[in-house]
C-alpha cells in the first residue's frame, strides 16, 4: 500500500499564482522528497527534506515538514507554464534502503 | 554521464511470452531500483539491489525476476508475460542505500496483449 497520500489530485492555477501541495504518511521516517514527472518522462528529484528538519527552499520551492502531523508541504511560488508537471512525495522509513511514493498531484499553470 | 538508461523504451508482448528490461547507471551507486507506474498513480517497487550481490523484493515483486549483474547493471525479467503487468517500469540507482535522492531512466512502456 501507499506510504503518501497526495492532496489535492490535481490542481489547475494560472501563471504567477504559487501552488501548494500536501502529502500526509504513516510510519516514521529518515526523509521525505518531492520529485517532478514531465508527462511521459522519469522522475527528477527536487528536493529533500529530513526528519530534523522543518523547513528547506530551494530557488521557488519551499517545503515544510511537519512530524508531530506526519505531513509535508511543497510550495512552489510564481508559478510558469514550465511548471506543469505531476508532482510526489516519497518517503524513506527508518528501516532505510527504499522510497514509498505517494500517487501524485497533477499541477496545470495556465498561461 | 549518461546518467541511468534504459532498454527497450517500447515493448509489445503477447500473453505468456519472456522478456528482459536492461537497466545501467554510470554514476558508480551503489543502490538499484525497479518500480512500475500504471495509469494515474504513483510508482510501486518491484525489487531493489542496496548492493552489488544482493537483491530484495519490493511491494509487488510477483511474477518478476531480477539479476544485479555488477555495480552497473540490474535486470528486470518477465518469465511469462501477462496483461496485469502492462505498465511503464522505471529503473533508478542512488548513491547508498540511505538518505539520498534517487536518479530515474526515461521509462520502458511495456503493453501485454
Known amino acids: 500500500s501507499q506510504q503518501g497520500e497526495e492532496d489535492p489530485q490535481a490542481l489547475s492555477i494560472q501563471e504567477g499564482e504559487n501552488a501548494t501541495m500536501n502529502c500526509s504518511y504513516k510510519?516514521?521516517?529518515?526523509?521525505l522528497q518531492w520529485y517532478r514527472q514531465n508527462s511521459g518522462r522519469g522522475l527528477v528529484h527536487l528536493i529533500l527534506i529530513r526528519s530534523n528538519e522543518r523547513e528547506k527552499h530551494s530557488g521557488r520551492l519551499r517545503v515544510t515538514l511537519d512530524t508531530s502531523k506526519k505531513s509535508s508541504s511543497l510550495l512552489i511560488t510564481a508559478s510558469r507554464a514550465a511548471d506543469t508537471a505531476s508532482y510526489f512525495c516519497?518517503?524513506?522509513?527508518?528501516?532505510?534502503?527504499?522510497?514509498?511514493f505517494g500517487e501524485g498531484t497533477q499541477l496545470t499553470v495556465n498561461p | 554521464n549518461a546518467g541511468v538508461t534504459q532498454t527497450p523504451k517500447f515493448q509489445v508482448l503477447k500473453t505468456g511470452q519472456s522478456m528482459t528490461l536492461q537497466c545501467a547507471q554510470d554514476?558508480?551507486?551503489?543502490?538499484m531500483y525497479w518500480y512500475r507506474q500504471d495509469p494515474g498513480m504513483g510508482l510501486r517497487l518491484i525489487y531493489y539491489s542496496a548492493s552489488e550481490g544482493t537483491t530484495d523484493k519490493g511491494e509487488v515483486p510477483n511474477g518478476y525476476n531480477v539479476s544485479r549483474l555488477n555495480k552497473r547493471e540490474f535486470s528486470l525479467r518477465l518469465e511469462s508475460a501477462a496483461p496485469s503487468q502492462t505498465s511503464v517500469y522505471f529503473c533508478a540507482s542512488m548513491p547508498s542505500p540511505s538518505s539520498y535522492e534517487q536518479y530515474f531512466g526515461p521509462g520502458t512502456r511495456l503493453t501485454v496483449t
Open positions: 516519497a518517503t524513506e522509513e527508518t528501516s532505510g534502503s527504499r522510497l514509498t
Open positions: 510510519t516514521s521516517i529518515n526523509n
Open positions: 554514476m558508480n551507486h551503489n543502490s
